[in-house]
Protein backbone atom coordinates (compact mmCIF):
# COMPACT_ATOMS: atom_id res chain seq x y z
CA UNK A 1 0.00 0.00 0.00
CA UNK A 2 3.32 2.37 0.66
CA UNK A 3 3.55 1.96 -3.02
CA UNK A 4 0.38 2.89 -4.33
CA UNK A 5 -0.20 6.16 -1.66
CA UNK A 6 3.39 6.86 -2.69
CA UNK A 7 2.10 6.88 -6.73
CA UNK A 8 -1.22 8.95 -5.97
CA UNK A 9 0.68 11.41 -3.97
CA UNK A 10 3.37 11.47 -6.34
CA UNK A 11 1.65 11.92 -9.80
CA UNK A 12 -1.65 13.64 -8.62
CA UNK A 13 -2.80 16.24 -6.22
CA UNK A 14 -5.23 14.25 -4.50
CA UNK A 15 -5.18 14.56 -1.09
CA UNK A 16 -3.32 10.94 0.11
CA UNK A 17 -0.31 11.41 2.09
CA UNK A 18 2.63 8.90 1.08
CA UNK A 19 5.10 7.45 3.44
CA UNK A 20 6.96 9.09 5.94
CA UNK A 21 10.01 7.90 4.37
CA UNK A 22 10.89 7.18 0.81
CA UNK A 23 13.88 4.96 -0.54
CA UNK A 24 14.71 3.25 -3.38
CA UNK A 25 12.59 -0.02 -3.10
CA UNK A 26 9.42 2.54 -2.37
CA UNK A 27 9.93 4.87 -5.15
CA UNK A 28 10.34 1.40 -7.65
CA UNK A 29 6.98 0.15 -6.17
CA UNK A 30 5.22 3.53 -7.08
CA UNK A 31 6.86 4.19 -10.35
CA UNK A 32 6.00 0.76 -11.31
CA UNK A 33 2.32 1.85 -10.57
CA UNK A 34 2.65 4.70 -12.60
CA UNK A 35 0.60 3.15 -15.92
CA UNK A 36 -2.37 2.27 -13.35
CA UNK A 37 -3.05 6.06 -12.29
CA UNK A 38 -2.69 7.29 -15.62
CA UNK A 39 -5.47 4.67 -16.74
CA UNK A 40 -7.31 6.66 -13.65
CA UNK A 41 -6.55 10.04 -15.38
CA UNK A 42 -7.04 8.58 -18.66
CA UNK A 43 -10.33 7.70 -18.09
CA UNK A 44 -11.27 10.99 -15.93
CA UNK A 45 -9.89 12.90 -18.87
CA UNK A 46 -12.05 11.22 -21.33
CA UNK A 47 -15.37 11.49 -19.36
CA UNK A 48 -14.58 14.75 -18.86
CA UNK A 49 -13.62 15.46 -23.01
CA UNK A 50 -17.46 13.14 -23.35
CA UNK A 51 -19.11 15.84 -20.91
CA UNK A 52 -18.21 18.75 -22.04
CA UNK A 53 -18.97 17.60 -25.76
CA UNK A 54 -22.58 16.87 -24.46
CA UNK A 55 -22.45 19.90 -22.46
CA UNK A 56 -22.10 21.78 -26.67
CA UNK A 57 -18.51 22.62 -25.93
CA UNK A 58 -16.26 22.72 -28.96
CA UNK A 59 -14.37 20.18 -29.57
CA UNK A 60 -11.65 22.35 -29.85
CA UNK A 61 -12.10 23.86 -26.94
CA UNK A 62 -12.96 20.34 -25.20
CA UNK A 63 -9.63 19.65 -25.65
CA UNK A 64 -7.89 23.04 -24.43
CA UNK A 65 -9.97 22.25 -21.47
CA UNK A 66 -8.90 18.71 -20.68
CA UNK A 67 -5.26 19.20 -21.41
CA UNK A 68 -5.58 21.93 -18.81
CA UNK A 69 -7.91 19.69 -16.13
CA UNK A 70 -4.78 17.19 -16.81
CA UNK A 71 -2.15 19.72 -16.00
CA UNK A 72 -4.05 20.63 -13.02
CA UNK A 73 -4.42 17.16 -11.13
CA UNK A 74 -0.82 16.88 -11.76
CA UNK A 75 0.29 19.79 -10.43
CA UNK A 76 1.58 20.98 -13.55
CA UNK A 77 4.82 19.08 -12.85
CA UNK A 78 5.02 17.41 -16.29
CA UNK A 79 5.18 20.18 -18.20
CA UNK A 80 7.43 21.62 -16.42
CA UNK A 81 9.60 18.90 -16.49
CA UNK A 82 9.15 19.50 -20.70
CA UNK A 83 10.02 23.24 -20.53
CA UNK A 84 13.26 22.56 -18.32
CA UNK A 85 14.10 19.50 -20.47
CA UNK A 86 13.99 22.01 -23.66
CA UNK A 87 15.62 24.55 -22.11
CA UNK A 88 18.62 22.44 -21.13
CA UNK A 89 18.92 20.89 -24.49
CA UNK A 90 18.77 24.20 -26.06
CA UNK A 91 21.72 25.48 -23.89
CA UNK A 92 24.51 23.90 -25.85
CA UNK A 93 26.62 24.11 -22.84
CA UNK A 94 28.26 20.97 -20.68
CA UNK A 95 26.14 19.00 -18.72
CA UNK A 96 26.83 21.05 -15.52
CA UNK A 97 25.74 24.06 -17.23
CA UNK A 98 22.50 22.46 -18.52
CA UNK A 99 21.57 20.94 -15.18
CA UNK A 100 21.98 24.38 -13.83
CA UNK A 101 19.62 26.09 -16.53
CA UNK A 102 16.68 23.33 -15.73
CA UNK A 103 16.94 24.12 -12.45
CA UNK A 104 16.99 27.85 -12.57
CA UNK A 105 13.13 27.59 -12.47
CA UNK A 106 12.40 30.07 -15.60
CA UNK A 107 11.04 29.11 -18.98
CA UNK A 108 13.12 30.20 -21.47
CA UNK A 109 12.29 30.20 -25.33
CA UNK A 110 13.06 26.94 -25.91
CA UNK A 111 10.96 25.81 -23.06
CA UNK A 112 8.04 28.58 -24.16
CA UNK A 113 7.96 27.20 -27.69
CA UNK A 114 7.79 23.74 -26.19
CA UNK A 115 5.04 23.85 -24.47
CA UNK A 116 2.72 25.59 -26.81
CA UNK A 117 3.82 22.77 -29.41
CA UNK A 118 2.95 19.59 -27.11
CA UNK A 119 -0.41 21.37 -25.71
CA UNK A 120 -1.59 22.43 -29.07
CA UNK A 121 -1.00 19.05 -30.40
CA UNK A 122 -2.65 17.14 -27.15
CA UNK A 123 -5.78 19.35 -27.01
CA UNK A 124 -6.24 19.26 -31.27
CA UNK A 125 -5.93 15.62 -30.71
CA UNK A 126 -7.97 15.10 -27.89
CA UNK A 127 -10.27 17.35 -29.88
CA UNK A 128 -10.74 15.12 -33.15
CA UNK A 129 -10.41 11.86 -31.17
CA UNK A 130 -13.75 13.07 -29.21
CA UNK A 131 -15.61 14.09 -32.78
CA UNK A 132 -15.88 10.54 -33.54
CA UNK A 133 -15.99 9.12 -30.15
CA UNK A 134 -13.05 8.07 -29.69
CA UNK A 135 -13.30 7.73 -25.99
CA UNK A 136 -11.04 4.44 -25.18
CA UNK A 137 -8.40 6.33 -27.41
CA UNK A 138 -8.00 9.36 -24.85
CA UNK A 139 -7.16 7.02 -22.43
CA UNK A 140 -4.92 5.12 -23.79
CA UNK A 141 -3.00 7.82 -25.06
CA UNK A 142 -2.47 9.93 -21.24
CA UNK A 143 -1.95 5.77 -19.80
CA UNK A 144 0.62 5.27 -22.21
CA UNK A 145 2.53 8.73 -21.27
CA UNK A 146 2.73 6.80 -17.69
CA UNK A 147 4.23 3.58 -19.37
CA UNK A 148 6.77 5.85 -20.57
CA UNK A 149 7.86 6.74 -17.39
CA UNK A 150 8.50 2.54 -16.71
CA UNK A 151 11.00 2.69 -19.85
CA UNK A 152 12.51 5.44 -18.79
CA UNK A 153 13.43 3.88 -15.13
CA UNK A 154 15.14 1.26 -16.96
CA UNK A 155 18.91 0.95 -17.69
CA UNK A 156 19.42 4.53 -17.21
CA UNK A 157 21.68 6.10 -14.27
CA UNK A 158 20.61 9.15 -12.49
CA UNK A 159 22.00 12.16 -13.37
CA UNK A 160 24.33 14.09 -11.10
CA UNK A 161 22.63 16.07 -7.90
CA UNK A 162 18.88 15.04 -8.95
CA UNK A 163 17.26 13.95 -6.07
CA UNK A 164 13.99 12.62 -7.70
CA UNK A 165 16.69 11.10 -10.12
CA UNK A 166 18.65 9.11 -7.95
CA UNK A 167 15.44 7.74 -6.38
CA UNK A 168 14.01 6.59 -9.36
CA UNK A 169 16.66 5.75 -11.54
CA UNK A 170 17.33 2.51 -13.12
CA UNK A 171 14.66 0.72 -10.45
CA UNK A 172 12.30 -1.05 -12.87
CA UNK A 173 13.18 -4.25 -14.59
CA UNK A 174 13.04 -5.41 -18.06
CA UNK A 175 9.88 -7.71 -17.75
CA UNK A 176 7.90 -4.79 -15.86
CA UNK A 177 8.99 -2.31 -19.47
CA UNK A 178 7.65 -5.21 -21.37
CA UNK A 179 4.67 -6.78 -19.98
CA UNK A 180 3.25 -2.59 -19.81
CA UNK A 181 3.69 -1.93 -23.15
CA UNK A 182 3.02 -5.38 -23.98
CA UNK A 183 -0.75 -4.81 -22.45
CA UNK A 184 -0.99 -1.55 -23.45
CA UNK A 185 -0.51 -2.33 -27.41
CA UNK A 186 -3.08 -5.55 -26.77
CA UNK A 187 -5.73 -2.89 -25.32
CA UNK A 188 -4.79 -0.38 -28.42
CA UNK A 189 -6.33 -2.45 -30.49
CA UNK A 190 -10.05 -1.43 -29.96
CA UNK A 191 -8.65 2.16 -29.68
CA UNK A 192 -9.52 2.84 -33.29
CA UNK A 193 -12.29 0.39 -34.54
CA UNK A 194 -12.14 -0.51 -37.92
CA UNK A 195 -8.26 -0.16 -37.90
CA UNK A 196 -6.97 -2.32 -35.36
CA UNK A 197 -3.39 -1.75 -36.29
CA UNK A 198 -3.40 2.10 -35.64
CA UNK A 199 -3.83 1.85 -31.96
CA UNK A 200 -0.71 -0.80 -31.86
CA UNK A 201 1.30 1.47 -33.85
CA UNK A 202 0.24 4.66 -32.38
CA UNK A 203 1.42 3.06 -28.88
CA UNK A 204 4.55 1.34 -30.60
CA UNK A 205 5.71 4.34 -32.13
CA UNK A 206 4.88 6.79 -28.82
CA UNK A 207 7.12 4.82 -26.58
CA UNK A 208 9.94 4.83 -29.32
CA UNK A 209 9.82 8.37 -29.46
CA UNK A 210 9.87 8.85 -25.72
CA UNK A 211 12.80 6.48 -25.66
CA UNK A 212 14.76 8.00 -28.00
CA UNK A 213 14.18 11.58 -26.04
CA UNK A 214 15.35 9.64 -22.69
CA UNK A 215 18.21 8.28 -23.80
CA UNK A 216 19.84 11.66 -25.62
CA UNK A 217 18.81 13.81 -22.57
CA UNK A 218 20.87 10.93 -20.73
CA UNK A 219 23.53 11.84 -22.81
CA UNK A 220 22.91 15.26 -22.37
CA UNK A 221 22.56 15.52 -19.05
CA UNK A 222 24.88 13.05 -17.59
CA UNK A 223 21.87 10.87 -16.47
CA UNK A 224 18.03 10.79 -15.70
CA UNK A 225 16.71 13.39 -13.89
CA UNK A 226 12.41 13.79 -12.75
CA UNK A 227 12.46 17.18 -15.75
CA UNK A 228 13.58 14.38 -18.32
CA UNK A 229 10.53 11.92 -16.90
CA UNK A 230 8.19 14.72 -17.20
CA UNK A 231 9.25 15.61 -20.42
CA UNK A 232 8.54 11.98 -21.84
CA UNK A 233 5.37 11.64 -19.85
CA UNK A 234 3.97 14.91 -21.84
CA UNK A 235 5.94 14.10 -25.47
CA UNK A 236 4.26 10.40 -25.36
CA UNK A 237 0.83 11.52 -24.52
CA UNK A 238 1.32 14.15 -27.42
CA UNK A 239 2.72 11.70 -30.10
CA UNK A 240 0.37 8.78 -29.23
CA UNK A 241 -2.69 11.07 -29.07
CA UNK A 242 -1.81 12.37 -32.73
CA UNK A 243 -1.21 9.29 -34.39
CA UNK A 244 -4.22 8.02 -32.88
CA UNK A 245 -6.30 11.13 -34.19
CA UNK A 246 -5.02 10.23 -37.85
CA UNK A 247 -7.93 8.33 -38.34
CA UNK A 248 -10.53 9.89 -37.40
CA UNK A 249 -13.36 10.88 -39.71
CA UNK A 250 -15.24 13.80 -38.05
CA UNK A 251 -19.96 13.07 -37.49
Same mark, same amino acid.
Given at each position: ???????????????????????????????????????????????????????????????????????????????????????????????????????????????????????????? #? +? &? @?? *?? /????? =?? %?????? $? !???????????????????????????? #? +? &? @?? *?? /????? =?? %?????? $? !?????????????????????????????????????????????????????????
Amino acid at each position: MNGVRLAISWLTVLPVRGPDAVNRSAAGRAILLAPLIGALLGAGAAGLLWALSRAGASAALAGLLVVGALALITRGMHLDGLADTLDGLGSYGPPERARQIMKSGGAGPFGVAGLAFTIGIQAF #S +F &A @AL *AE /SGRWL =AV %ALAVTT $G !RIAVILACRGIPAAPDTGFGILVADTQS #S +F &A @AA *AW /SVLAV =AL %AVFAVP $G !RPWLGPAAVALGLTVSAILVRHCARRFGGLSGDVLGAAVETTVAFTAAVLSLAVQPG
